[in-house]
Nanobody, 125 residues
Framework: QVQLVESGGGSVQAGGSLRLSCVAS????????MGWFRQVPGKEREGVAA???????SYADSVKGRFTISKDNAKNTLYLQMNSLQPEDTAMYYC???????????????????WGQGTQVTVSS
């Protein structure tokens, strides 16, 4: 059974940094597509960053140049390094995984079947 557990969220001031982690288990980690998504109450979940099986990355325009997605296959862990955080980055952040994701849908939440429980990120001005 696929399990994803996020950690690393917290409260920071604008301009600060956080690194989120997502530990995966129950599947062949390196063969899955993985992504980070976020959601604010009352709004739809949105894609933040994703990484393909070959390491190809994709980012939402709002985070390009500030966030970096990476993975450590040896540790079955996905990371999201978030720099220059802004109040609008405040959200619950989720990691997701799936075995097959079309390149055009890497940042689309419905393309993924496996989700973690989320970790809260709060950025104050």
């Amino acid at each position: 059974q696929v399990q994803l557990v996020e950690s690393g969220g917290g409260s920071v001031q604008a301009g600060g940094s956080l690194r989120l982690s997502c530990v995966a288990s129950g599947y062949s980690y390196s063969s899955y597509y993985m992504g980070w998504f976020r959601q604010v109450p009352g709004k739809e979940r949105e894609g933040v960053a994703a990484i393909g099986r070959d390491g190809t990355t994709s980012y939402a325009d709002s985070v390009k140049g500030r966030f970096t997605i990476s993975k450590d296959n040896a540790k079955n862990t996905l990371y999201l390094q978030m720099n220059s955080l802004q109040p609008e980055d405040t959200a619950m952040y989720y990691c997701a995984a799936d075995r097959v994701v079309f390149k055009s849908r890497l940042l689309v939440p419905t393309a993924y079947n496996y989700w973690g429980q989320g970790t809260q990120v709060t950025v104050s001005s």
